[in-house]
């Protein structure tokens, strides 16, 4: 079982367990457990296989919940989870995958109304049920409302790329242990888009036997948890708590013709074809051919330049304009995470990361980062215990003894500052104007109102103390929608002013969206790919943050940290000179 499943497997043992009224704290031991999983750099599943001692070295995890990380590798679940869930009606469980659910509500619901399904809450809320509820007003129950019919109407679950990227990695390097297979992954997972359906592999064989052996070699996989379809040429699965794979196989001459076919996107397929027609050609998964002779299809280049395209990034195949460029020669030369040279958004236990200033700063150099901003979230943020002028002032001095001691490497002076209410700013511009980069966000009391966020943004993105706009939308992918906001309005302060836009790249935010930051791009603004890292290992996140920057089109010099720490702090809108200590 991959990483993304373990961590699934476990985060539900804790909300059986809080439906269960259990001790607070075993709740906590599996929740915790859930994000320390999540954060592990590498399969637990070969750690298991290799040296299962070693899980408890893992932060939280003692003998016991090393001996369940094990079970669940070896035989996909665990079982205490098998017995507790056994113990609920599976109805609730779909209830606890409802947004604005959590355990303790749906207990509550359970116990006091007996509900024990989205049917249930359906027909409860019909009746006017919910509001004789303690803690369900009028207005929490038509949200609910809103929620359950989007629930029922997004039948398919889609993965995080993040998530998706753990799954496709250990299958593509199981499959790739053969050596006469050219194996790839297409669809939408090769066009990074933030989430995906499902997988699609293809591989390159030569017809019959070693076509036979690859579609034999994918469904022994061990991770499948259910075949669902195979043939000489192709099989589909479903991986253990994980998405489905389709698996091609194609001939060699045939190969960068069916890639271009799985990788889509549909529409950006359609419009190829569209191209072909126009040349008397015909475009299909096989090749590219005239009449019945195959012009092109080894090869993606090969098949783009006979339709008289230059090869396209498959992060811009999405039929936005991409084509056009292509003809003329004007594709962008795409940003890379190569080109990135620091992390502008990162926190520390000094609020709520996970690890240290100088352990930050560590990983951050082991990356070959030349600069790091630390943010840490500023006071407002009392569950995370901002940080008010004077610890920010002692972190600060922290930095100043740090840099001195750095070598070739710059830790930047700065907050991640919540914008307030009405866009006031968190901290007092006597202390703003000695950071060195501020990054603004808005994390409380979004409002139903676009204008009543529109103006918070923009009134944080004309301060001159603010560098950066922070996850913009505040969308939360499967869990929390964009807050409404004039996106228009946002991007001409920005332009006005030169505030960057965030690309943030944690795996459940991916904010902003892509085609936002294409339409921002296209007026102007400028931008940093950042991870929001909360501990070391998110500090890997920077290539979900350059993939949405690659499918907005972007080159390296609309990236602000893809450039040296000298020509950022050029460009930084409030260019106060670098004071090193006193
Ligand atoms: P998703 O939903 O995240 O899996 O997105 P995709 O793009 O991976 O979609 P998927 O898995 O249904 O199909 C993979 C690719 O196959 C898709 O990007 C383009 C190609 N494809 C699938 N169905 C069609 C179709 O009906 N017409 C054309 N032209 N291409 C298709
Ligand atoms: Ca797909
Ligand atoms: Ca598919
Ligand atoms: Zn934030």
């Not at 790739?176 to 989430?195: D, I, M, P």
């Not at 409380?444 to 004309?462: I, W």
């Not at 969308?475 to 920005?494: I, K, N």
Request: proline share 4%; net charge negative; hydrophobic share 40%.
């Amino acid at each position: 079982m991959e990483n993304p499943a373990i961590a699934a497997l476990f985060d539900e043992m804790a909300d059986l367990l809080e439906l269960d009224g259990a001790l607070v704290f075993r709740v906590r031991a599996y929740r915790n457990a859930a994000r320390v999983i999540r954060d592990v750099g590498s399969p637990l599943r070969e750690l298991v296989e290799t040296d299962p001692k070693q899980l408890t070295e893992l932060p939280g995890i003692g003998k016991d919940l090393a001996g369940k990380i094990q079970e669940t590798v070896t035989t996909g679940d665990f079982a205490d989870h098998r017995d507790l869930r056994a113990k609920f009606p599976p109805g609730l469980l779909e209830l606890l995958r409802i947004q604005g659910l959590g355990p303790k509500r749906v207990k509550q619901l359970y116990d006091e109304l007996h509900l024990a399904s989205p049917d249930d809450l359906r027909a409860a809320i019909a009746q006017g049920r919910l509001v004789e509820l303690r803690g369900f007003g009028q207005r929490s129950v038509e949200k609910l409302q809103e929620q359950l019919e989007k629930a029922g109407a997004t039948a398919e679950r889609r993965f995080l790329l993040a998530d998706a990227e753990q799954w496709a990695t250990a299958l593509l390097k199981y499959l790739g242990a053969e050596k006469r297979l050219r194996v790839e992954a297409a669809g939408s997972y090769r066009r990074r888009r933030e989430t995906v359906a499902d997988l699609d592999i293809l591989v390159a064989a030569e017809p019959g036997e070693a076509a036979g052996d690859a579609v034999t070699r994918f469904v022994r996989y061990p991770e499948i948890q259910e075949v669902l379809a195979q043939g000489e040429t192709k099989a589909s699965v479903r991986l253990r708590g994980g998405p489905q794979v389709d698996l091609r196989v194609v001939s060699p001459e045939e190969h960068g013709a069916a890639l271009m076919y799985f990788t889509g996107s549909k529409q950006h397929n359609i419009e190829l074809r569209k191209i072909a027609q126009a040349k008397d050609l015909k475009l299909s998964e096989y090749g590219l051919f005239r009449g019945e002779r195959r012009v092109a299809g080894a090869t993606e280049e090969e098949v783009y330049a006979e339709l008289g395209l230059d090869w396209i990034p498959p992060e811009l195949r999405e039929a936005r304009g991409e084509i056009e460029l292509a003809a003329r020669h004007a594709l962008p030369d795409l940003v890379t995470l190569d080109h990135i040279q620091g992390e502008l958004h990162a926190h520390t236990n000094a609020t709520d990361g996970k690890a240290s200033l100088e352990e930050m700063v560590d990983g951050a150099r082991k990356l070959g980062y030349r600069y790091l901003a630390i943010t840490d979230h500023s006071k407002r943020v009392t569950m995370a215990l901002g940080l008010d002028e004077r610890r920010l002032r002692e972190q600060w001095a922290q930095i100043d003894e740090l840099n001195a001691r750095l070598d070739g490497f710059t830790v930047l002076k700065s907050i991640e500052l919540d914008i307030l209410d009405h866009g006031e700013l968190d901290l007092p511009d006597d202390v703003l104007a000695e950071a060195d980069y501020v990054v603004a966000s808005l994390h409380y009391g979004a409002s139903k109102r676009e204008a009543d966020n529109t103006k918070r943004l923009v009134t944080a993105a004309l301060h001159p103390h603010v560098d950066a706009i922070g996850h913009p939308t505040g969308q939360l992918l499967g869990r929390r929608d964009p807050y409404p906001l004039d996106f228009d309005e946002l991007v001409a302060a920005c332009v006005d002013t030169g505030c960057l836009l965030e690309l943030n790249g944690s795996p459940e935010r991916m904010d902003l969206p892509d085609h936002l930051a294409a339409a921002a791009a296209a007026r102007g603004v400028r931008f940093v790919c950042s991870t929001d890292a909360h501990a070391v290992s998110h500090l890997d996140a920077m290539r979900y943050a350059v993939s949405i920057a690659r499918r907005a089109g972007l080159t390296k010099s609309q990236v602000a940290n893809a450039g040296s720490l000298a020509q950022l702090r050029k460009e930084l809108k409030h260019r106060s000179p670098y004071r090193p200590t006193q």
